[in-house]
T-cell receptor
């Protein structure tokens, strides 16, 4: 039973354009949603998070949108740069459970073409 | 500031053996978690420790165990290794605030032959 789904395994975007990565979840108890970026043979790097009480959070070129009613969130990267090429993971947290276990999606491989 | 340090980076073991992986969290971080990454299953939660106590455990067999020491350093142990245990094992530490997420180490690549 996959609680977190990233339905696009890969995405190719031209440099300078917008990248939109999507994530759907089923557990309504998730109250924080985190995005991580991962290069091969390295650990994931935290990018940005959003609380369930907000619908948008912005940090530089990265913006995350949350639609709680649809149980859907998206990460926008504008403008996309070749260095953004990596695998992106959506990882919600159910902090009220007394633990900060991350539940990862399968990831979306982003390729930014120069 | 030093990041999360995992040792060793690479390890090759034989089926049936046991292995211990080590993780030193960022100074001041009291929460340490372990994750397994495989091509088929993605990133899966193993367990989480806070102040030397296991706070949560994922759906893995009892062959997988861990512990945390008073200085927050953590170890995980896998006994009776199977070929399917070959994976990247990632340790992550946190100040224990959900919005900050976790800082991950570079992982230990375990190969079981």
């Amino acid at each position: 039973d996959q609680q977190v789904k990233q339905n696009s395994p890969s995405l190719s975007v031209q440099e300078g354009r917008i990248s939109i990565l999507n994530c759907d979840y089923t557990n309504s108890m998730f109250d924080y949603f985190l995005w991580y970026k991962k290069y091969p043979a390295e650990g994931p790097t935290f990018l940005i998070s959003i609380s369930s009480i907000k619908d948008k959070n912005e940090d530089g070129r990265f913006t995350v949108f949350l639609n709680k009613s649809a149980k859907h969130l998206s990460l926008h990267i504008v403008p996309s740069q070749p260095g953004d090429s990596a695998v992106y993971f959506c990882a919600p947290v159910q902090s009220g459970a007394g633990s900060y276990q991350l539940t990862f999606g399968k990831g979306t491989k982003l390729s930014v073409i120069p | 500031k030093a990041g999360v340090t995992q040792t060793p980076r690479y390890l090759i073991k034989t089926r049936g053996q046991q292995v211990t992986l080590s993780c030193s969290p960022i100074s001041g971080h009291r929460s340490v978690s372990w994750y397994q990454q495989t091509p088929g299953q993605g990133l899966q939660f193993l367990f989480e420790y806070f102040s030397e106590t296991q706070r949560n455990k994922g759906n893995f067999p009892g062959r997988f165990s861990g512990r945390q020491f008073s200085n927050s350093r953590s170890e995980m142990n896998v006994s009776t290794l199977e070929l399917g245990d070959s994976a990247l094992y990632l340790c992550a530490s946190s100040r224990d605030r959900a919005k900050d997420g976790y800082t991950f180490g570079s992982g230990t690549r375990l190969t079981v032959v």
